[in-house]
């Protein structure tokens, strides 16, 4: 069973930026799709951005052209940078793994096919 784990959430000012980090153990990990995904207070958890396990990024719209997605399979990590931070940024991300998946993200299913997830990281944004 993969273990994900998040750093690199904090608090920043708005129009700030901030670099997420993902790392994975304990599991396979080139061949996978991983996402991440956040909760706001008082809302559903969304999809942010993906990567397929041949570099192929994704991106909510909320977040496309601020934030990009990417992976260090030497590392096992998958990032996200962050920048030009607004108020509505302010979550709970969770880096996810499609463990059963072709390593496609998996367009239309819920959370993407994600079934393993990290124990989020908090970024707070403020004005």
């Known amino acids: 069973q993969v273990q994900l784990v998040e750093s690199g959430g904090g608090l920043v000012q708005v129009g700030g930026s901030l670099r997420l980090s993902c790392t994975a153990s304990?599991?396979?990990?080139?061949?996978?799709?991983m996402g991440w995904f956040r909760q706001a207070p008082g809302k559903e958890r969304e999809f942010v951005a993906g990567?397929?396990?041949?570099?192929?990024?994704y991106y909510a719209d909320s977040v496309n052209g601020r934030f990009a997605i990417w992976r260090d399979n030497a590392k096992n990590t998958i990032y996200l940078q962050m920048n030009r931070l607004t108020l509505g940024d302010t979550a709970v991300y969770f880096c996810?793994?499609?463990?059963?998946?072709?390593?496609?993200?998996?367009?239309?299913?819920?959370?993407?096919?994600?079934?393993?997830w990290g124990k989020g990281t908090l970024v707070t944004v403020s004005s």
């Open positions: 996810a793994q499609d463990q059963t998946g072709t390593g496609e993200l998996r367009v239309g299913v819920v959370d993407y096919g994600m079934d393993s």
């Open positions: 304990g599991g396979t990990f080139t061949t996978r799709s």
């Open positions: 990567i397929s396990w041949a570099y192929k990024p």
